[in-house]
DNA sequence: TAGATTGTTAATCGATTAACAATC
DNA sequence: TAGATTGTTAATCGATTAACAATC
């Protein structure tokens, strides 16, 4: 890591590990503010997150001293640093496709909002659907979507489709310039290869998880 | 990996790393599967999973000589393999807690049902919500956890309920002798060092998904 | 045979951990 | 001061990758 005197970061890109475990820090220390912690020590960000509280402070040396010996770290500025770091100090705006259960379980969640995320459009084919609103925002045809995601600069898009519907929304998505799909439907997806697909499956996670359990 | 000359594992436990690559693996295989593939080369699994193909051939020739070279892997046979490695021949009965959008969105899901897994019980403290099925399983008040999760060997629950509920239901489980808990809140959970707590935050792998494709 | 893809080697890099002086 | 916790070092281990002979 190269740093200037000033703390300036002539970044060089973070690795994906360290990107991925700041990500989470971010996320305990949101939520250990919301539960009105002011100090969190090394050894509480890895009881939550399972990551080693040496490694933790390794990670977070790298990019200055943020931390007080004996004390910990001062949570508000904590946040503020990583948020520097990972550049997600901005708003965000992604779009939400399927306005099923799911799209409806992640729209009316509180946890996009709270790191900065808009769900800026909802789509959905279903045309018994179109206009009712789901968290605040009107759902939209597929048809529109090339249109409002270039308007509302939308790089991010969110599959809560069917399997069956996947491939297809996907396309649809890469159509109009998104360049980064969550796919929480179980199907493969084939895209351009400057698509980033993040694919959550809670069952391949189970399985592994079990594996430690029986083992 | 030390192995017999009839391939039957002298298994030492996986590690972390290898574990869930394998869990990761075979997702791919059983929707390629669906698709009517009935062979795969380590380079598409790579091109799904993101995973080098070089290491998935390694992390596979650990375990025995599954593929053909010239040709790949059968996937029905390398299906066969892998659950063999991470012991996931069984059933297992898992329980959900909070049946809101949610809790139906995943109890009405197959991806659970494709892997073995079985919604075996769910619960929400709704009483007007009692009796009523979902995902053709009726819904159990809080109260009958303890007995209707030993009853039925459940080791596993998911969270699918609001923030400020999660701890408590969390605890209930625990009281249980639920192992393993996955949660889809966004709060932190205080748990014993033996319950193995997986939290599921898509805002997070958003950030991070972002952190590289803005840099 | 010719082309494709595995299984494996060898080299490198990042992750992980224990330990502990520094210091709040 | 005494206790706690950071920042950092040093050592180890697993992940990652390119390359290629083996072989289907």
Redesign the pocket.
């Known amino acids: 890591m190269v740093r200037g005197s000033e703390g300036a970061t002539l970044a060089e890109r973070l690795?994906v590990?360290?990107a991925a475990r700041l990500s989470r820090y971010l996320q305990v220390l949101t939520q250990a503010k919301k539960m009105g912690k002011e100090r969190i020590?090394?050894?509480e960000i890895a009881d939550y997150t399972n990551?080693?509280?040496?490694?933790i402070?390794?990670d977070?040396?790298g990019f200055g001293?943020?931390?007080?010996?004996?004390?910990?770290?001062n949570i508000d500025s904590l946040l503020g640093e990583i948020r520097k770091i990972l550049r997600t100090q901005g708003q965000h705006n992604i779009a939400l496709i399927g306005a099923g259960r799911l799209g409806e379980a992640i729209a009316s969640s509180p946890i996009f909002a709270e790191h900065g995320i808009t769900i800026a459009a909802v789509f959905d084919n279903d045309p018994a659907k179109l206009g009712r609103k789901i968290g605040g925002v009107p759902i939209s045809s597929l048809g529109e979507l090339d249109e409002i995601a270039r308007e509302r600069n939308i790089i991010v898009g969110v599959l809560a489709v069917p399997a069956d519907a996947a491939q297809g929304a996907a396309d649809a998505l890469v159509a109009a310039g998104v360049k980064i799909v969550f796919n929480y439907s179980q199907a493969l997806l084939d895209t351009p290869s400057d698509v980033q697909v993040h694919t959550s499956n809670p069952a391949v996670e189970l399985l592994y998880a079990l594996y430690f359990h029986l083992t």
Request: proline share 0%.
């Open positions: 690795t590990g360290v020590s090394s050894q990551i080693n509280a040496t490694q402070r390794r977070l040396s001293k943020f931390g007080k010996r004996g004390v910990g770290y």
